[in-house]
């Protein structure tokens, strides 16, 4: 079994739609979560960071932390064209301080 | 707002030749990261650093690879005898302490093994 699933889409939605990206995992050692945002041939950029389970909220962004189902999400409101990009979901808290990333959700927003 | 820097942002090179990818961490950071993404597939961990020392490493980070912060500014990863597998998108990293810290990308570098 894989440590972190992500399904990798695409997703394509029309501007001004509530999107929804979601991995899974497997470590129950993982206590550290992230979604970054990766453009085409550019550097992962951090987005939002969890710890443990609850809600992050940061404008549009919401980040859910689901401990107990090994499952996280973000959620985009009010999407727009400029968030158009790849979204990644990373974990932390094995043994050291490796990110392990998802494989990446291409999201789509057409104006 | 500090950033990561990488040099070059690509690199072609022919199969077994060295190469050497440049990074300039964040400057109050401590912990320093080295990840590879290969065309299509997930951001992999290779390596991390922590006091002029390696504090972790991945199964890909073999015998090729090597890293060293030659300076206070600079971290370098070193592949002895490149092969065709290692073209990637290489992405350095750093973060203020470790466990649980943010860890701040690079733009990466682009290799290619010919």
């Known amino acids: 079994q894989k440590e972190v699933e992500q399904d990798p889409g695409p997703l394509s939605v029309p501007e001004g739609a509530i999107v929804s990206l979601n991995c899974t995992y497997s470590?129950?050692?993982?206590?550290?979560f992230m979604w970054y945002r990766q453009y085409s041939r550019k550097g992962p950029e951090l987005l939002m960071y969890?710890?443990?389970?609850g809600n992050k909220e940061d404008g549009r962004f919401t980040a859910q932390v689901d401990k107990s189902s090994k499952y996280i999400s973000l959620f985009i409101r009010d999407s727009q064209p400029s968030d158009s990009a790849t979204y990644l979901c990373?974990?932390?808290?094995?043994?050291?301080?490796?990110?392990?990333f998802g494989k990446g959700t291409t999201l789509s927003v057409s104006s | 707002e500090p950033e990561v820097t990488q040099t070059p942002s690509h690199q072609v090179t022919q199969m077994g030749q060295e190469v050497i990818l440049r990074c300039v961490p964040i400057?109050?950071?401590?912990?320093f990261y080295w990840y590879r993404q290969i065309l299509g597939q997930k951001v992999e961990f290779l390596v991390s650093?922590?006091?002029?020392?390696?504090?972790?490493k991945s199964e890909i980070f073999d015998d090729q690879f090597s890293v060293e912060r030659p300076d206070g500014s600079n971290f370098t990863l070193k592949i002895r005898s490149t092969k065709l597998e290692d073209s990637a998108m290489y992405f350095c990293?750093?973060?203020?302490?470790?466990?649980?810290?943010?860890?701040?990308f690079g733009p990466g570098t682009r290799l290619l093994v010919l």
């Open positions: 990293a750093s973060s203020e302490r470790g466990r649980g810290e943010t860890q701040y």
């Open positions: 470590n129950s050692a993982f206590q550290y």
């Open positions: 969890t710890y443990s389970s």
């Open positions: 990373a974990m932390e808290g094995g043994a050291g301080t490796a990110l392990i």
């Open positions: 400057s109050n950071h401590l912990y």
């Open positions: 650093f922590y006091n002029n020392e390696i504090s972790e």
